[in-house]
């Protein structure tokens, strides 16, 4: 079974800076993305790249994260700078299809703790 892992996750202050990593078989060049789940809350996109590299983030990011990805070494990426409180959340990649594409596969998430 094709699988996703992530990596990267940690306790941070606000303002402060993490970067998540994504790998496995499960990779896909087509459609790769980052979704988080706060507790209480239900799954949101935050940000997704496309096979030609193109991105589209979540208001609620945008300007703070940047999504990237190499190909070559079935990496996906996720630089998360000036880290809010409510960017608190357990952080998940997916590859595939559909809506941020979350079509396919998926890795066990990791945990991101912004404190104030």
């Known amino acids: 079974q094709e699988q996703l892992e992530e990596s990267g996750g940690g306790s941070v202050q606000a303002g402060g800076s993490l970067s998540l990593s994504c790998t496995g078989s499960g990779y896909s060049t087509v459609c790769m993305g980052w979704h988080r789940q706060a507790p209480g809350k239900e799954r949101e996109g935050v940000a997704v790249i496309g096979y030609d590299g193109s991105t589209t983030y979540a208001d609620s990011v945008k300007g703070r994260f940047t999504i990237s990805k190499d190909d070559a070494k079935n990496t996906l990426y996720l630089q998360m700078n000036n880290l809010k409180p409510e960017d608190t959340a357990t952080y998940y990649c997916?590859?595939?299809?559909?809506?941020?594409?979350?079509?396919?596969?998926w890795g066990q998430g990791t945990q991101v703790t912004v404190s104030s």
């Open positions: 997916a590859a595939g299809g559909g809506s941020w594409c979350g079509g396919g596969y």
